[in-house]
């Protein structure tokens, strides 16, 4: 039994060959994070939290995080279920693939041509650019539909969305800053998680160039270059790049917060001693 079965039984039985099909999931999938973002926004604007926020942009931010946080979970239970029940590994690496990586990759594709409308639309309104952002969601699109078009690689690259397993906690750790809760506790056990699924992510890394390693002749012989150079191009910026600094980066906002805290926690006990 496929993962998709979870959602509906009937899934499993879609010919996502065909292209009919892939467009009705992929403008479904856009469909449907455009009204969960309506409804979230709806949803937030009722809390005292998301009245707090300072700026529009900070209120956008709040409900794109919400959205992100969902698609890194979901993604990350497909890749999960992907490396450790899919036996298309043992098969044929290059060329199987299964009705839950079929609808996995196109659910991506709506996410990610749903984020480029935000972020096209958030650039025109602020006239600020975001490269970074844009260059990230565009290779994705086009490493996606490339393996859409090619009809290669799906294993590969329904595992690699384990990755998005830091998505849910950065989110999270996101939230907390804007809702002012930076020098809690529930701040700082999140920031640990975020710091060590950078581990795990590192571990799916090492899962894909090990099974590239094992089955390169078949790859090489089955996959089209301009495929091939998106999926390890990616997967060395990520791998020795992305990763790395996320990693670094997530490491030094918890440590300047522990100490800001360590520090503080010290202050109060010599005043307090002052007192007595």
Known sequence: MGLIQVIHPSLEELDYTQLSVQASVIG????????????????????????????AGDKVGWVRAILGLFFGAV???????????DDSVSTDIAMATTPTGRFAVLFSVGFSIFELIQLATMSLRRRVFYPIVFLHHTWLTALLTQVLWCDRLYHLTVAGLTMEII???????????????????????NQLLLIHT????????????FHTYRNWRRIWCVTPLP?????????????????????IESIRRYSVTFSARRNLRGNNIASRKKIQ
Not at 228 to 239: A, D
């Open 75 to 85: 993604s990350t239970a497909a890749g999960i279920w992907t490396i450790f029940w």
């Open 167 to 189: 998505l849910p906690f950065d989110r999270i750790s996101w939230l907390l800053l804007k809702a002012g809760m930076r020098n809690t506790r529930i701040w700082e056990w």
């Open 198 to 209: 950078f581990s795990l992510r590192n571990m799916v890394e090492c899962y894909m160039w």
């Open 227 to 247: 495929l091939l150079c998106l999926v390890y191009g990616g997967l060395v910026l990520t791998t020795f790049w992305m990763t790395p600094f996320w990693w």
């Open 28 to 55: 479904g999938t856009i469909l449907f994070f455009l009204v969960f973002q309506v409804l979230t926004r709806l949803v937030a604007s009722r809390t005292e939290v998301y009245r707090r926020l300072d700026t």
